[in-house]
């Protein structure tokens, strides 16, 4: 009920790189500061040049295969507890989310500080494939402003849930309603494209919003953008809404899911199958709170969706680059367990694991590391591991036994995995004097050290 | 669409610390450390006691409100690339887990290695609430281990999908089922639960799946399991599986997602939805490659749906020191980003959050922190923050001016923090310089040194 991978292009042998780095904390090969880990060569193609028989089913409202980002680490990650981007830090920031391909750019709204009018100006004038946004409060006076910068276009955002009227801008559902087409109106005779979007829309009264929506599509509205402010929609709620909402307005949909409840990449996925044609990310996922869909994230989700579609668009190699200039600029790590580029996303370490890694990596990966210009690893160095793994490391080294030896090796080294962790070289110097005896005939049942 | 927080006890006044700590790297109030923060008192009781509107519809398959624990940091988590357990450790984790109110404790096989055996014969001695579990490879030699351990049940797994019938262990249906009854008949006549799961579900053949489900279901397992093995499926295609399933099988239902594509908390949730009745967590998630539910996520996930449930059932403010046990046990950091717990989780910067925020929390939270002993912060030291935000923090200043004042006040922060990332320090000094010079009648245009 799964895709598998898609064939590996046929320049890149099997793909996988013996010893190339994976992740910040990746380790080469043999490393002592990471032990217990190593790259692997595996032995058959791991993805077979044949038909996938569990490519998901797509309907006519699907845009799975057919999705554009709106990249707002310029904008929603300039909201994030840590982050100060100066103007050559956002300007590189920039070039490098163009290079990786994105379809737009959101920066933060030129009504916020001079500085930040300045900086939307110049990254305009960079000449970017990407289209430059920025996001503007619904209200004339900041339209005004970023009608002037030079942007292609602009994000118009008003909250419309009871919470956000009562306790934030105090307006009710005619005042924005006037206000949004007063805003549009006039941003569309600058000849910018315009989004309008409800915030805290999952909060919202549904007939206000399927009524604002409508009047906007109407008068012309780019595309309409449902937000999940607070991080409260569940996948089959995104679906429900955006689906419903599919059948009112013909423009484009913008959907942004923020992470407080641990749902903002399949949030975005579940908005794509209900017919959503663009997805908020940030580098990270940065942004207030916890933040929104992380762009590696979402690229992982897409890519296991349509593995030709991402990867005909997107720089995958680039990824792990742009979020190293991120985590850098805003002075977090990488997390341990991000998608992709996390340092141990394709490190395999279960005995069971590992054996069926060595024959054929579908077996345990959904995504290709080559895809990304990253490297599997098989952590063979504990009590978990299994003889296939030892087997593996021990022709790594030269040595060859009988798979009876095999075992017997693996089982001393797990005697050792047990009262203490063990790194490559413990079970390196395991293999070579387990082999060593062999050769001399001793007892081959002797403890190690 | 969502259900609000729920109502404060109220013996916790308004519930919000005032300089309580928030997160690994949270600050207390006004410290240098971690420049631009503050705790904050808010007016008004952010959780007021009155029906919520936006409460999700249930339906009779859901066990969103009745939903179980197995909590296999253990098992599960000694797959993660950098664990390794000792005897004690893994004694202090399950105390630790069991106190926080977990409902199962699943620990690796015994037939792993002798003292992964002993720990586990140790740890059933515990005498814990929880239930202790076992996770055995479908095969009588593993069972018959298992069951000399101690333990209350076994979880026996196969690979199922034609991956890994191929590639890991070579065994078709007809083997596997009969395998599986000769297990589950053995364990039984020990009295000892038992759950029958296949491995990597959602590549698996529909038919393969839901036939022995049935036989197993006949023959008196106490639960099934679906596991998402490769973390490849989506939210809907969970529902989907799990709706099917609950129509043929009368027992239980677990289910085990890892996170690969970023779904892992999202799929645990629609399971809930479509009829499981038990979730596999891991504390901050660890598992084989970026592993699985993280605890501390679905517990954020969960308490969104049902705060009764989760506040009566799980100790949350011990959610913090819990993952903290692990993340030390394991040398990794918890995740700039990590659900609830993450330094930045409950911290608001832009303007317009801010200020809605100090009116209502409600409004930009959908976790209130308090209900996992943390506290919310208002970042206000930077070019996007707004004047509401200043007036806070000049009134925890004991400074009192009028609106336009705090305005321009504003306005000269942001001037600063357009040029370089600004503290606590450099806003409270802007505050009373301006304030100073207002005194000393000198013109209150002046720039801030």
Redesign the interface.
């Known amino acids: 009920?799964?895709?598998?991978c898609e064939p590996e292009p046929a320049a890149n042998g099997n793909g996988h790189a013996n010893g190339a780095s994976n992740g910040t904390n990746g380790s080469s090969n043999g490393s002592n500061s990471h032990p217990?880990?190593t790259a692997v060569q595996t032995k058959s193609n791991p993805h077979p040049h044949r038909a996938n028989?569990?490519q998901?089913v797509g309907d006519f409202l699907s845009n799975v295969s057919n999705f554009k980002i709106i990249e707002s680490t310029l904008r929603e990650g300039?909201?994030?507890?840590?982050a100060?981007f100066?103007t050559e830090k956002k300007i590189e920031i920039a070039k490098a989310l163009d290079d990786f391909g994105v379809d737009y750019i959101e920066l933060?709204s030129p009504a916020?500080?001079?500085?930040?009018r300045a900086d939307c100006e110049a990254i305009c004038k960079l000449g970017l494939k990407a289209k430059i946004l920025t996001h503007i409060?619904c209200h004339m006076d900041d339209a005004r402003i970023a009608v002037q910068t030079g942007v292609d276009g602009v994000d118009v955002v008003i909250?419309t849930s009871?919470?956000?009227m009562?306790?934030?801008h105090g307006k009710d559902m005619t005042y924005i309603t006037n206000t949004a087409i007063e805003v549009i109106n006039y941003v569309k005779s600058h000849n910018i494209e315009i989004r309008f979007s409800s915030e805290?829309s999952?909060?919202?009264n549904?007939v206000d919003l399927l009524s604002i929506y409508s009047t906007v599509d109407k008068i012309g509205v780019n595309r309409v953008g449902i937000a999940d402010?607070?991080?409260?929609?569940?996948?089959?709620?995104v679906?429900d809404?955006i689906r419903t909402l599919r059948g009112v307005v013909s423009c484009d949909i913008e959907t942004h899911f923020h992470?407080?409840?641990?749902?903002?990449?399949?949030?975005a996925?579940?908005a794509l199958?209900a017919g959503a044609t663009h997805i908020d990310t940030s580098v990270?996922?940065?942004g207030?709170?916890?933040?929104i869909t992380?762009l590696g994230?979402?690229m992982?989700?897409m890519i296991?969706?349509d593995r030709d579609y991402v990867m005909g668009k997107y720089k995958l190699h680039k990824l792990k680059d742009i979020e190293e200039l991120v985590a850098q600029a805003v002075e977090?790590?990488i997390?341990?367990?991000?998608?992709v580029t996390?340092?141990?996303?394709?490190?395999?370490?279960?005995?069971?694991?590992a054996?069926?890694i060595l024959?054929?990596p579908?077996?345990?990966?959904?995504?290709n590391p080559a895809d990304f210009g990253l490297s599997r690893?098989v952590?063979f160095a504990?009590?978990?591991t299994g003889w296939n793994a030892i087997k593996s490391r021990a022709n790594q080294l030269g040595v060859e036994m009988t798979d009876e030896q095999y075992k017997e090796c693996t089982a001393k080294i797990?005697?050792l995995?047990?009262?203490?962790?063990i790194t490559v070289d413990d079970t390196d110097s395991i293999i070579r004097d387990f082999q060593r005896n062999l050769k001399l005939g001793r007892d081959h049942t002797t403890r190690p050290e």
């Open positions: 009920m799964c895709p598998s217990g880990f028989p569990y998901p300039e909201q994030f507890a840590n100060f100066d933060t916020a500080s001079e500085q930040s409060r909250g009871s919470y956000l009562e306790h934030s805290d999952f909060r919202s549904l402010t607070v991080g409260c929609a569940s996948p089959r709620q679906y809404l992470n407080d409840t641990g749902c903002a990449i399949a949030n996925y579940c199958e990270l996922g940065i207030e709170r916890n933040g992380p994230g979402l992982a989700r296991v969706a977090v790590n997390p341990f367990n991000n998608p996390g340092f141990c996303s394709f490190t395999h370490k279960s005995g069971v694991h054996k069926a024959n054929n579908t077996t345990y990966e959904i995504i690893y952590h504990s009590r978990i797990k005697l995995a047990d009262i203490r962790p």
